[in-house]
Each structure stands twice: as C-alpha cells, then as structure tokens.
C-alpha cells in the first residue's frame, strides 16, 4: 500500500497552517488565548481556500493543466470556494441575528452560536494566496 500523495500532505500542511495563524491572530487581537479559534471555520485566511488551491496548483504542476484531475480538483475548488462565501456566508448572517434577538430575549451567553462561519472576498482572496504561494514553495522542495 503506497502513503498518502505527497500533494495530499502538501495541501494539509497549508491547512492547518492557516488554522494556526488564526489561533494566534485572533487570540492577540482578543487578548485571550481562544483555543476554538483552532476549528473555526470562518476567519481570515480562509483555510478551505488555501487548501483547495494549493492542491489544485500542485496537481496542475505535477500532471499539467490539461489534465483530467487538474479539471476535477479546479471543479472541486470552485466549489469549495463558492460554499466558503456564498452558502457560509448565508449561515453567517443568520447566526448574527439569531444572536441579536438572544441579546434583546436577555438569554444566557452559553445559548449563542458562532458568527464565525462564512468568509469575506478579501479572507478568500487571501486563502488562495497563501495556498497558491505554498504549492510554488511545496513544489520546489519536492522537486
């Protein structure tokens, strides 16, 4: 049994790279350690873009842009990155006012849900950078 593509990994890396910026980024920006700042979803750079586009750019350096799997993963990354803005982003503002009527009902702080759901054009825009600069990074050490 063949390991995990070294793309796969590459992909990863940057994923849980951007995860980690924003655990520090936003824990100084609250003057608190926040560790779900690990796990948020929303939040500047987007990590579902950064993955999506250096996987996308590593499979089209490696097998070509007129590939097959370069079409399937720049599919796949449309997707991603549509879901990211448009149906997240959705979910985002519902989640704000689901806890604007929770402040005006005086309810419990434990009954709010996360605001931090979709992203910005500038968080994905940001997201594809960083995963775009990593697979040309990744792509030169691996080579």
């Known amino acids: 049994m063949k390991g995990l593509p070294v793309v796969l990994i590459a992909a990863g890396v940057v994923q849980v790279a951007c995860q980690l910026f ?3 980024y936003y ?3 609250d003057g608190k350690l926040e560790w779900g ?3 948020t979803a929303g939040g500047i750079p987007s990590a579902h873009s950064a993955f999506v586009t250096a996987l996308t ?3 089209g ?3 070509g842009i007129g590939s ?3 079409a399937v993963t720049g599919a796949f990354s449309a997707i991603v990155i549509f879901d990211a803005y448009r149906l997240r982003g959705h979910v985002q503002n519902l989640s704000k006012r689901f806890n604007r009527v929770l402040d005006q009902l005086n309810m419990h702080e434990e009954t709010r849900i996360s605001e931090m759901i979709g ?3 500038p968080e994905i825009a940001t997201g594809m950078l960083v995963g775009g600069a990593f697979a040309l990074i990744a792509s030169l050490v691996i080579s």
């Open 68 to 70: 097959d799997i370069f």
């Open 61 to 63: 350096m490696k097998d």
């Open 57 to 59: 750019v590593l499979i």
């Open 27 to 29: 824990s100084i920006r």
């Open 22 to 24: 924003k655990l520090i």
């Open 37 to 39: 700042y690990l796990t």
């Open 119 to 121: 992203h910005s054009v």
